[in-house]
């Protein structure tokens, strides 16, 4: 069995690759936000203001949001 070192994964913001952040302007609708993660395959979308990331929004929160009788969210 392979040990690691927690020392492994101590990375700063700045060593990580976040060039491929996907985001979505907060006044976007639900389905342009569907359409983003779709094509990012990401699980999840920065929700972005005056471009400035003001939340996260991942796949689960949607599906948590969905109504179990209806199918709608």
Do not use: C, H, P, W
């Amino acid at each position: 069995m392979t040990k690691f070192s927690l020392d492994q994964f101590k990375l700063t913001l700045s060593e990580m690759e976040l060039d491929d952040l996907t985001t979505v302007d907060l006044d976007a609708g639900i389905y342009k936000v569907l359409e983003e993660l779709q094509k990012s395959r990401a699980g999840l979308v920065a929700i972005e203001e005056k471009n400035k990331v003001v939340g996260i929004l991942s796949e689960k929160d949607l599906l948590n949001n969905v109504d179990s009788s209806t199918g709608i969210l």
